[in-house]
């Protein structure tokens, strides 16, 4: 039996795992100080897991964590698998442009990719529960768009010891 072999389970493995944490982070709750600016963690992986491995990781990824995103957080069902799905689509869409964007770029990227999302969570929020729209809710994209450097290379460097491929 080759080594590689062993450790081929352990490398299927690797994008659920970060995915999962990626969401248990997005439910930890965070002080009153930091509430409305935490990151949303499920975008940064998402977004790079649909950049680096876009014909593995697509909108099926973005609906599903997005499901169990509103699951975790008791929310309505399906406002966080719609504006998953969507950025997942339109990152695999748009992924050999965005794979040439540099980090800056890319961070710019993320912050109107996180606005959108937020915008939906907000908005449905909004028609279905009367919540008010406040300016604090777009902290988080912002939040999010900062840590991008910090998560990709984290992820990247992942990505590269497991050695996962396009397969």
């Given amino acids: 039996m080759n080594l590689g072999d062993d450790n081929m389970y352990g490398r299927r493995l690797v994008i659920p795992a970060t995915l999962l944490c990626a969401l248990f982070l997005n439910v930890i709750p ?9 990151p ?6 998402l977004f790079y ?8 990781v697509g909108v099926g990824y973005g609906w599903s964590l997005g499901l169990l995103l509103d699951v975790m957080q008791f929310t309505l069902f399906g406002q966080h698998a719609i504006g998953k799905a ?3 689509l339109l990152v695999v869409y748009a992924y050999p442009r965005l794979r040439r964007y540099h980090i800056g770029q890319q961070c710019v990227v993320i912050l109107l990719l996180a606005s959108v999302d937020i915008g939906i969570v907000v908005w449905v929020q909004h028609v279905a529960l009367g919540l008010q729209i406040h300016a604090q809710f ?11 450097p ?11 010891r497991n050695r996962l491929s396009w397969r």
């Fill in 138 to 148: 777009w902290w988080a994209a912002l939040s999010t768009a900062l840590l991008w």
């Fill in 30 to 38: 965070y002080p009153e100080w930091a509430k409305w600016a935490h």
């Fill in 86 to 88: 969507l950025i997942a």
């Fill in 150 to 160: 910090v998560a990709y290379l984290l992820l990247r460097k992942l990505h590269r």
């Fill in 40 to 45: 949303d963690w499920v975008t940064l992986a």
């Fill in 49 to 56: 897991w649909c950049l680096a491995l876009p014909h593995r």
